[in-house]
């Protein structure tokens, strides 16, 4: 394989959460193509664990699936510079309720490298402090505890298919 060189990135939509842009690329074999490409300014989550081993999961809106979803407590950060721990205890906070000062870096995952860079940071959050949630205008989010066998079923039957708490929860129990 040779080189791939970008000719040209244009922005086509600037939004609150992506931008989209069309790319004018030369392959290696001198072909000029359009690819699309989504810049996101990135996230971090963490897999709250309860004392007893379980893992509290959040259930919300998702308007892209049209349906809610159970998912480990993420959210993009407030800033390209804002580090991932301290944006993965926010989230952790604000959507479940608990605060943790004991997280642990888990994985790094780049959620749909064919077209987009979203990087998402997963922290481990253990010894959980009760406090309230802090939710943003447009979140309904409801809290529950999973065991091991409850979430590999979810996964298994494919009712869960967030591919951060998929990778997440398969990540910690692998590791842990």
């Known amino acids: 394989m040779e080189k791939f060189e970008r000719l040209e990135r244009n922005l086509v939509y600037e939004g609150s959460i992506i931008n989209m842009y069309k790319d004018t690329i030369k392959v290696s074999n001198?072909?000029?193509v359009e690819w699309d490409f989504i810049g996101h300014k990135g996230a971090a989550a963490a897999i709250p664990v309860t004392d007893d081993g379980k893992i509290i999961l959040v259930k919300q809106w998702r308007?892209?699936?049209?349906?809610?979803?159970?998912?480990?407590?993420?959210g993009g950060l407030e800033g390209e510079d804002e580090p991932m721990l301290e944006a993965a205890k926010r989230e952790l906070e604000e959507e479940t309720g608990y605060?943790?000062?004991?997280?642990e870096f888990l994985i790094s995952l780049r959620t749909t490298v064919a077209f987009c860079n979203e990087r998402i940071d997963v922290f481990v959050a253990k010894n959980l402090v009760k406090t309230k949630q802090n939710l943003d205008r447009d979140e309904e989010i409801e809290i529950r505890e999973f065991d091991k066998d409850e979430l590999f079923t979810l996964i298994r039957s494919g009712e869960m298919q967030d591919s951060k708490t998929v990778s997440a929860i398969l990540a910690?129990?692998?590791?842990?």
């Open 30 to 32: 001198g072909n000029i």
């Open 63 to 74: 308007n892209s699936l049209d349906r809610f979803t159970y998912e480990i407590p993420a």
């Open 99 to 103: 605060k943790s000062d004991d997280l």
């Open 172 to 176: 910690y129990y692998s590791f842990y």
